[in-house]
């Protein structure tokens, strides 16, 4: 199952905050996709990823300032 964190707009660290939040509520083997214009969240959200265990399986940018990851639960 896939579940969108849609956090445009929300200024760091509340997108970190969500997403914490977000993944607590799916199940292992789920994804989290985080929709996100926080600068400081493109290197805090896949730090933090990396140092959960979570696997980053996309993460891209979608405009100027817009960017998506997904991150797996293990």
């Given at each position: 199952m896939t579940t969108t964190l849609d956090v445009m707009g929300q200024v760091c660290p509340f997108p970190l905050v969500e997403a914490k939040d977000a993944i607590e509520k799916i199940s292992a083997g789920d994804e989290l996709i985080i929709n996100f214009d926080c600068t400081q969240a493109t290197e805090?959200?896949?730090?933090?990823a990396a140092e959960s265990g979570y696997e980053v399986t996309n993460f891209e940018q979608l405009g100027e300032a817009a960017w998506t990851i997904t991150i797996k639960k293990n």
């Open positions: 805090s959200i896949p730090r933090w």
